[in-house]
């Protein structure tokens, strides 16, 4: 079983930088694709960023020149460094790690309990 627990979120005020972590507890942590996602109020979650073992990234358009996510496969974490925060980045930020895709669907797909962020203006 795949428990992923987040930390660093808090108020920041606009323009600011904010870092987020998450540790993975589990194995094969360094083939799970590992997700940071966001859900603002009255809205879906959302993809924000996501790395696969290897190092690869994928951003969403509002993170691209912004946000950093890494990992460290041997510490079992990955990280989301978000500078230039604006309000609109505000919400509450999850970790996730997927493997084993079968079409749409995923395998395994673990969910952090979320850490909240604020920007305010």
């Known amino acids: 079983q795949v428990q992923l627990v987040e930390s660093g979120g808090g108020l920041v005020q606009a323009g600011g930088s904010l870092s987020l972590s998450c540790a993975f507890s589990g194995s094969f942590f360094s083939i799970y694709l590992m997700g940071w996602y966001r859900q603002a109020p009255g809205k879906q979650r959302e993809l924000v960023a996501a790395?696969?073992?290897?190092?690869?990234?994928n951003y969403a358009d509002s993170a691209k020149g912004r946000f950093t996510i890494s990992r460290d496969n041997a510490k079992k974490t990955v990280s989301l460094q978000m500078n230039s925060l604006n309000s609109e980045d505000s919400g509450v930020y999850y970790c996730?790690?997927?493997?084993?895709?079968?079409?749409?669907?995923?395998?395994?797909?673990?969910w952090g309990q979320g850490t909240q962020v604020t920007v305010s203006s």
């Open positions: 996730n790690a997927k493997r084993g895709r079968n079409g749409a669907r995923w395998e395994y797909d673990y």
């Open positions: 790395i696969l073992g290897s190092g690869s990234t």
